[in-house]
C-alpha cells in the first residue's frame, strides 16, 4: 500500500476541516496542506491492536476501491506518515455540508431532506447487492450515522465520508454512534451478534441487520428530535404509534417495529415519500414530537 510522508512542521499550523469525519472522536481531519483536493486524517492512537485493526481495515478499503465502482464512497487512498512514523491516511476532500447540517436547518424543504434519507438506502442496497455478487467481501457500514454522509456542493450528490470505521473481512468491530449496549439492541443477542473479547471501540459485529438498524435510527432522530435508540422500547413503540397516529403509513411503521423484534430488518427508503405529507400535517413545528402521556 503506498505511503505519504510529510514533515511535522508542514502540517503543525493546518486547521482541522469541520464537515464529516473531521468530528470524529478518533482523530483529526485537516486539508491537505499541498493539495486542495485531499485531506489527511491523523489518528489519536496510533499503537497496539486498535491501530493495527485500523491499518488492516484502511488497507482493505483502499484494495476495494480498485474493484468497485461506488462513487458516493469516499475511500481512503494512502497511509499517511509524518517524519517517517504511519499516524493516518489520505482520502479526497469533498466540499459540502453534513447530513446533519441539511436535517436540522429549518430553512430547508422538507422534500430535500427526505430525498437525501432515500439516498442512504440506495446506498445501503448497492451494498447489499455488492456482497451478493461478492460472497467473501463482508463489507458493512457500521457507524452509520448522520455527520458522516455528507452532500458534495459540487455534484449535489451524497456520499460516505468516515468509512475506516466499517467491518470488512476480518477486521474487529469499531466504535458505532448507534450500537450501543444501553439501547435495546442488548434484548436481541440472536439478531445483534456482540463481539466483547477485543475492544477496538465497538460492542457488537456489523451486518445487514445492523446497518439497517442505524438508518431507521438515523431517520427516527430527525423525527423524535433526540436519541431515540437510547429510549426504552416502550417509548419507541408509543412514538411508532404516534406517527401512525398522524399519517405514517403501516408499512412504514411496520419496517420501523422490526428493529425491535427477532425479524430481519427491511430497506424502507421506498416508503420514506411519505414523510412529506404527515411531516407537513403534524403541526408539531421542527420535528414529529409526541406529547408526553
Not at 17 to 32: F, H, M, P, Q, W
Not at 119 to 132: F, P, T
Amino acid at each position: 500500500m503506498e505511503t505519504i510522508n510529510i514533515r511535522k512542521k508542514d502540517i503543525k499550523d493546518v486547521e482541522g476541516l469541520k464537515i464529516g469525519n473531521a468530528l470524529s472522536g478518533e482523530g483529526n481531519v485537516i486539508r491537505d496542506p499541498n493539495d486542495p483536493t485531499n485531506a489527511f486524517k491523523l489518528l489519536f492512537r496510533c499503537n497496539g491492536i486498535y491501530f493495527s485493526n485500523k491499518l488492516y481495515t484502511v488497507n482493505s478499503l483502499v484494495d476495494l476501491s480498485k474493484n468497485v465502482d461506488f462513487p458516493e464512497m469516499v475511500f481512503p487512498d494512502r497511509l499517511l506518515a509524518v517524519d517517517n512514523r504511519v499516524i493516518g491516511f489520505s482520502m479526497p476532500l469533498i466540499n459540502g455540508v453534513t447530513l446533519a447540517d441539511i436535517l436540522y436547518n429549518a430553512d430547508i424543504d422538507i422534500n430535500i431532506k427526505v430525498k437525501y434519507l432515500k439516498q442512504i438506502g440506495d446506498i445501503l442496497e448497492k451494498m447489499a447487492k455488492l456482497r451478493k455478487d461478492n460472497s467473501n467481501l463482508n463489507w458493512y457500514l457500521n457507524d452509520l450515522h448522520e455527520r458522516n454522509f455528507v452532500v458534495d456542493s459540487d455534484k449535489q450528490q451524497l456520499r460516505i465520508v468516515d468509512l475506516d470505521s466499517c467491518r470488512i473481512l476480518g477486521n474487529h468491530p469499531f466504535l458505532s454512534k448507534y450500537l450501543s449496549s444501553f439501547s435495546p439492541l442488548i434484548d436481541f443477542p440472536e439478531k445483534y451478534h456482540t463481539d466483547f473479547e477485543i475492544s477496538c471501540g465497538g460492542e457488537f459485529i456489523a451486518d445487514e441487520n445492523s446497518d439497517l438498524y442505524c438508518y431507521a435510527m438515523l431517520v427516527m432522530d430527525f423525527l423524535y428530535g433526540a436519541r431515540v435508540n437510547l429510549t426504552s422500547k416502550e417509548e419507541y413503540f408509543r412514538y411508532l404509534e404516534y406517527l401512525k397516529s398522524i399519517g405514517a403509513p403501516q408499512e412504514l411503521v411496520d419496517a420501523w417495529g422490526k428493529v425491535y423484534s427477532n425479524d430481519n430488518n427491511v430497506n424502507f427508503a421506498h416508503l420514506l415519500d411519505s414523510l412529506p405529507y404527515f411531516y407537513e400535517n403534524a403541526g408539531r413545528g421542527a420535528y414529529l414530537k409526541r406529547t408526553k402521556g
